[in-house]
């Protein structure tokens, strides 16, 4: 009796605190998975573009663009920003360098007139520009590449571009669906700063208590039947 004594009072107690988490994980996962990921990436906003094939013909040597800028690379790939296709090198220290693959000349730093036409060159929605900035510091709404452009259209989406300053590339589209599955994503994870850590002790020890809260309640049921509830009393 004693155990079982225990066992209610901690139940009870637990269940009435952790209860709101609970309740935040259920629906922020009715949230989630009701939301298309698409329409939360803002594939939509997005116009289609035909993929183009790089000329190698008329591509500048890569070797020659290592050797005249005495890089030291640890990662090379070709990307498509503002001025056609580019280099994009990753050095030793992890910092990244642009240069124009036809021309092997390096790329100068995207200037906000430049971002917005950008932006509007590859929106497929019917709003207007609304504002523009540059972004020197990540955000809850912006964990990528700094430093960018921030450009933002007046539809009813609420929709934003990030353009990456140092290439041109497209790092982020933003909508009202996505800031509002950032939020409850935030909830569920109990990551109330950086929204991308789910093994934090918070959400770890919440877990635990829930987990307990759940088996004791399952204790509790069990200790209330009765033999006769499943008929093994009855006379025959």
């Given amino acids: ?55 190698v013909d008329r591509l500048y040597p890569l070797v020659n663009v290592i050797k005249q800028n005495n890089l030291k690379i640890t990662k090379v790939t070709t990307v ?15 910092k990244l360098h642009f240069f124009d693959a036809m021309t092997g000349l390096a790329i100068k730093a995207i200037k906000e007139e430049q971002a917005i036409l950008i932006a509007q060159s590859i929106y497929s929605g019917q ?15 912006y964990r990528k590449r700094i430093p960018a452009w921030r450009i933002e259209f007046d539809d009813n989406e609420a ?14 589209v933003r909508n009202s669906m996505w800031r509002i599955f950032d939020f409850v994503w935030m909830l569920h994870i109990m990551d109330y700063k950086d929204r991308d850590n789910f093994n934090t002790w918070l959400l770890i020890s919440a877990a635990a208590f829930a987990l307990f809260v759940s ?20 006379k025959h």
Wanted: no cysteine; glycine share 10%.
């Fill in 159 to 172: 929709a934003t571009f990030y353009i990456a300053e140092d290439s041109g590339e497209l790092m982020s």
């Fill in 215 to 234: 088996l004791s309640g399952m204790y509790l049921v069990v200790k209330t039947f009765r033999r006769k509830d499943f008929g093994f009393d009855k």
């Fill in 127 to 141: 709003g207007n520009l609304l504002s523009s900035s540059r972004v020197t510091s990540n955000s809850t709404e």
């Fill in 1 to 55: 009796m004693q155990l079982k004594k225990f066992i209610r009072k901690t139940h009870k107690w637990l269940g009435l605190i952790i209860g709101i988490q609970v309740v935040f994980w259920v629906f922020g996962g009715l949230v989630m998975s009701s939301f298309p990921i698409e329409q939360v990436h803002g594939d939509h906003l997005l116009k289609e573009t035909t993929p183009i094939v790089l000329d």
């Fill in 80 to 94: 498509t920003g503002f001025y056609g296709p580019l280099y994009r090198f990753t050095d030793l220290s992890g």
